[in-house]
């Protein structure tokens, strides 16, 4: 066969030389790396999510159903505020949800606000659809306010503005107060990013409030991070029934495979148990921000269930020593800095202990 590459093919000149994005994965002990909750489900929801699929394969000759309407209403249960399934949009992943907003409401000619550092996924969203990208950085505490947010609007003239809260990789929340006022000044469809929202301080206190008042705001979700659903790859979107609609266009038929859509009901009518790690993930997070500071680095104030930590001359030998004692975390976010996620308790307490080492203050 003809040993041929990637460049010789006729490929979209914008994606010459583009990596598949993806966090650099190693079978190792201590996986701190992609922000999952590790607590495994209970045997009992174990045995019930079985059961469901069990139950799913029966129809599994006919095509999942469309809408996903029982999905989407248990959704809207889980998110409360009042919230229908009119209001809600689901698929693999809020990845693919977003980018739906971006096929529905980006495109040629358009244009993606947001401000970094951020999650790069926005970047491709953009790269994808053909809409171009714009970026402003955050203030220098990781913060975006109204009047940065409503000048860089004004100036770049987006067609849709993503804003990631928490942010990954800083951590850092901004008020819903500044949401309020940002999508009281804009035309723009304004993205709200929730994918961490469930581990914050207050997370009833969420964009989804504004929803009922500003018509053109979009408020994603995911099940992958505290509801320790990575694995069944469903994210959503909760906006008015019209930008709902939209994504219904865009998307491809039966986007929701029948298992998904089972196992995930199954997770929604767990919610407390599935959540039940939410409280000690972030225990366990905002203590190590304490002494990581008290070890002299610094830590910019995360309200997620990760957190940066640096700055450091070589990070990538930082990042390379702690996998040497089988502690994987990422190389992402501001120059000198790594990204370390919430882990169990033993998995905190072997992430301390490579890093003295590393750091050479081990015992
Ligand atoms: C992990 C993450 C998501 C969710 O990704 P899924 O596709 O739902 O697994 C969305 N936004 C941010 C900022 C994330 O870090």
């Not at 959503?236 to 709902?244: D, F, R």
């Not at 702690?322 to 502690?327: A, I």
Request: some cysteine.
């Amino acid at each position: 066969m003809n040993e041929i590459t990637v460049l010789d093919l006729p490929l979209r000149e914008e994606l010459v030389g583009q990596q598949p994005y993806g966090a650099p994965q190693f079978d190792v002990p201590v996986r701190l790396n992609t922000n999952e909750n590790p607590y495994p489900p209970s045997s009992k929801v174990r045995a019930q999510l079985s059961d469901a699929v069990a139950d799913a394969i029966r129809t599994i000759g006919r095509y999942p159903e469309r809408d996903a309407v029982e999905l989407r209403t248990a959704l809207a249960g889980y998110l409360g505020f009042g919230l229908t399934y009119e209001s809600i949009w689901a698929a693999n992943g809020s990845n693919e949800a977003m980018t739906h907003v971006l096929q529905a409401f980006g495109g040629p000619g358009r244009r993606l606000l947001t401000f970094t550092p951020t999650y790069s996924m926005y970047a491709e969203y953009a790269r994808n659809t053909h809409t171009e990208f714009v970026t402003v950085p955050r203030a220098s505490d990781f913060t975006v306010d109204a009047a940065l947010a409503i000048d860089a609007v004004r100036r770049l003239n987006p067609s849709v503005v993503v804003i990631a809260n928490p942010n990954n990789p800083t951590g850092t929340l901004i008020p819903v107060a500044v949401i309020d006022q940002i999508c009281a000044a804009v035309d723009a469809i304004v993205m709200v990013d929730e994918a961490y929202q469930e581990f914050t301080a207050y997370p009833d206190d969420s964009a989804l409030a504004l929803l009922a008042k500003h018509p053109r705001l979009v408020v994603a979700r995911t099940m992958s991070k505290a509801f320790a659903f990575a694995g069944g790859r469903l994210g959503y979107l909760a906006a008015a029934p019209a930008i709902v609609d939209a994504c219904r266009i865009v998307r491809l038929p039966y986007h929701l495979s029948t298992q998904t859509q089972a196992l995930a009901q199954v997770a929604l009518a767990n919610s407390d148990q599935m959540l039940a790690q939410v409280v000690r993930l972030r225990a366990a997070i905002q203590s190590l921000q304490s002494w990581l500071r008290s070890e002299g680095l610094d830590v910019p104030h995360s309200e997620a269930n990760f957190c940066l930590f640096g700055p450091f001359d070589d990070r990538h030998a930082v990042w390379e020593g702690l996998l040497e004692h089988g502690v994987l975390v990422r190389e992402v976010g501001p120059a000198g800095y790594l990204r370390v996620s919430a882990g169990t308790v033993a998995e905190m307490s072997a992430f301390r202990v490579a890093l003295l080492a590393v750091l050479g203050r081990g015992e």
